[in-house]
């Protein structure tokens, strides 16, 4: 059984940054890509940020590239996304996500899910 859990969201003022945590628990994390979603209130779930199993090449919505950065750390069995620079319109629910097959920009591609972290963004 997989578990992840997400931690350190919270409220920022707009130009501050927040870095998220999202701990797994169960066998071969470092066997999965994984990534990190937000959904908005009224808003479709979307896509943030993937990282490969091995830590290599990252990708990132257009919205947040340049400002957000996404790491992982096998031997802990968890994985980061650093945020700056936030915006009132990054004010989300974050969720992290096991990768298990298919196009990484999905969230149908991924099988297990986190309980989410809230970040609020003030104006």
């Known amino acids: 059984q997989v578990q992840l859990v997400e931690s350190g969201g919270g409220l920022v003022q707009a130009g501050g940054s927040l870095r998220l945590s999202c701990a797994a628990s169960?066998?071969?994390?470092?066997?999965?890509?994984m990534g990190w979603f937000r959904q908005a209130p009224g808003k479709e779930r979307e896509f943030v940020a993937t990282?490969?199993?091995?830590?290599?090449?990252?990708y990132y919505a257009d919205s947040v590239k340049g400002r957000f950065t996404i790491s992982r750390d096998n031997a802990k069995n968890a994985v980061y996304l650093q945020m700056n620079s936030l915006r009132p319109e990054d004010t989300a629910v974050y969720y992290c996500?096991?990768?298990?097959?298919?196009?990484?920009?999905?969230?149908?591609?991924?099988?297990?899910w986190g309980q989410g972290t809230q970040v609020t963004v003030s104006s």
């Open positions: 169960g066998r071969a994390f470092s066997s999965y890509d």
């Open positions: 990282i490969p199993r091995s830590g290599g090449s990252t």
């Open positions: 996500a096991r990768h298990y097959s298919g196009n990484i920009y999905y969230s149908s591609s991924y099988d297990y």
